[in-house]
């Protein structure tokens, strides 16, 4: 059967015919005196639904690739699991996922499937396709430590041979907003001409026919920061008419936050669009005060008839690169062009200054961070810039004997790219303050990786081991934000209800079996930002499409993992 065969869509008519023959069958059986066999019976757990509701303990059937029955089972499973004493849930939605060369390393998603995440979500501001000649020889010289050759062409072709090559997680996304000006404009500062703008919208009504999820930009960065509102609304005009979303990195989290918001309503608001806020934050101290006046926002909006939702990460750094220290006009043309510009004395000397000047007009994460001892270095190209892994970039400027201005141009020059960055800008009780908010989803904004191999030559946000494990352990458990019902909802049935998937995010009869069993008491977060490549413990067992994925704690070795098609695919 293809792997695509009976994937999400809305509404499923082939869904809602396997579940009547399945009650056929079972009736069947029943009535002749038989006891109907299953290929999986989970017994005796506590059951989260993913709709909210209080727990109930129950058992829960799967037959293939889906769940058949839930509540009391009374036939045998060929494999039989005891989850007496344990949570059982739908598997986990990952709304930000950065899996995209991950995955292609080690398809087990190992990180992320730990913690019982079983779909990624990718597609922030830039996609795995579709690709032009140009992008893809930048994707082939921008590759570190992780090494691909590029097969595919199409945002489809790159999840297509996800599948192929084996991934224990099931995929899907966004088509990249900057993707698609690179393709058609480069790294240039200008607007779209219109031929040029009819093309980047027929790429977007292709890729959403392909499967893809909706349009995702990311405004902070070069060249997407050269977009403005017209452009991402005639790109989300193609999108829409196939139930397609805008999610965004704001343009603004810091100076300018609540005017980027409203921008993200516009588009919304113009195209007729559900929209997403990535990562939802207010980035640097001067601006924590912001996210109550930003809730209120959104909720009036909501009220007003705005499908507006958010996702976060449950940490107070964020990690990028060091391109998010300096302005957009220096990256003007891409990386090649940006580190020749860096190497000009007067275009230093301009961007020294910029780098050192509060401003509104641009994103400056190391000013939002208030200090370079809160600038901490994660991840290098350069063999011969590995040893300053972790380190913050004060010490790495003292150790060089540069201002932190200098040091980070020359960092940027000699590594051959962004050089990965992770910036502390996010007040604790404002993550407690979103997560009060019934529309928060949760995703990682990281790769899926594992602690070995060639994923130990960088330092990375903990949020890639802890994300989905630290809102159950920290905020559900021990600061009792969540009720433990309400952190699975946000988890499972919100996501997949923001992202019009059917048959997942809930433990229903003629659901996919994406499900899993957790400890609510010992789930936690163990991945620090000194030590971050660590596991989350409490996750006893996942299924994946009815597999067996993790058992008693160890990964089986399994990859079912689909590509979850948009609303608007054809096959």
């Not at 995955?103 to 990180?111: A, H, I, P, T, V």
């Not at 992202?499 to 809930?506: V, Y």
Request: with cysteine; net charge neutral.
């Amino acid at each position: 059967m293809s792997v695509f065969a009976s994937e999400d869509r809305s509404p499923s008519i082939s869904a809602r015919r396997r579940v009547h023959h399945a009650v056929i069958g079972l009736a069947t059986l029943l009535a002749c005196g038989g006891s109907p066999e299953y290929d999986v019976v989970i017994r005796n757990g506590t059951l989260y639904d993913g709709s909210g509701r209080a727990p109930v303990a129950g058992d829960l059937a799967i037959a293939g690739d889906s769940i058949v029955a839930v509540g009391t089972v009374a036939g045998r499973g060929r494999l039989e699991v005891d989850a007496t004493g344990y949570a059982v849930s739908p598997g986990f939605i990952n709304m930000l996922s950065w899996a995209n060369e991950s995955l292609l390393e080690d398809g087990r998603s190992m990180s992320d499937i730990m913690q019982g995440v079983t779909l990624e979500v990718m597609g922030e501001g830039e996609s795995m396709g579709p690709l032009s000649d140009t992008l893809r020889a930048d994707m082939r010289a921008q590759q570190g430590d992780i090494r691909y050759p590029i097969t595919w062409r199409t945002l489809r072709g790159y999840l297509d041979s996800l599948v192929a090559r084996g991934v224990s997680t099931n995929v899907a996304s966004f088509i990249g907003a900057t993707t698609v000006r690179i393709n058609h404009i480069g790294w240039d500062d200008r607007a779209p001409t219109a031929a040029e703008l009819a093309a980047m919208q027929a790429e977007v009504r292709q890729a959403m026919e392909e499967g893809a999820r909706g349009v995702g930009s990311s405004l902070i960065y070069a060249p997407a920061f050269y977009a403005k509102t017209p452009e991402l609304v005639a790109l989300m005009q193609a999108a829409a008419p196939y139930g397609g979303m805008y999610i965004s990195h704001l343009r603004s989290e810091g100076a300018r936050l609540e005017e980027a918001v409203d921008e993200l309503m516009t588009i919304a608001r113009e195209t007729g669009a559900r929209a997403e806020i990535y990562h939802l934050k207010a980035a640097g101290e001067a601006n924590w005060p912001k996210m109550a006046r930003v809730l209120a926002r959104i909720d009036s909006a909501r009220a007003a008839g705005l499908e507006i939702t958010a996702d976060i990460y449950p940490y107070t750094a964020g990690a990028t690169g060091l391109d998010a220290a300096m302005p957009p006009w220096v990256q003007e043309g891409g990386y090649a062009a940006w580190a020749k510009r860096l190497q000009d004395p007067a275009v230093r000397r301009k961007v020294a200054e910029e780098m050192r000047t509060p401003t509104d007009q641009w994103e400056s994460l190391l000013l939002a961070s208030g200090s370079p001892d809160r600038v901490v270095l994660s991840g290098f190209k350069a063999d011969s810039l590995k040893p300053y892994t972790g380190k913050t970039l004060a010490a790495v400027a003292a150790l060089r004997g540069t201002s932190v201005e200098e040091t980070a141009m020359d960092l940027v020059i000699k590594d051959g790219s962004r050089v990965g960055t992770i910036y502390f800008i996010i007040d604790e009780d404002n993550i407690a303050a979103q997560l009060r908010k019934p529309w928060v989803s949760v995703g990682s904004d990281a790769g899926s990786l594992a602690s070995e191999g060639v994923f130990l030559k960088s330092s990375p946000h903990p949020r890639a081991y802890g994300s989905f494990a630290r809102v159950l352990g920290k905020y559900v458990r021990d600061d009792t934000v969540l009720t433990l019902e309400e952190g699975v909802r946000r988890m499972t049935s919100l996501p997949a209800a923001n992202l019009r998937l059917a048959r997942r995010g809930t433990l229903a009869p003629g659901s996919f079996a994406d499900i899993v069993i957790f400890n609510p008491a010992t789930i936690r977060d163990n991945a620090t930002f000194e030590q971050p490549h660590q596991y989350a413990s409490g996750v006893r067992d996942v299924f994946v499409n009815g597999v067996q994925v993790v058992r008693n704690g160890e990964h089986t070795g399994a990859k079912p993992g689909r590509v979850v098609l948009g609303p608007g695919a054809r096959r």
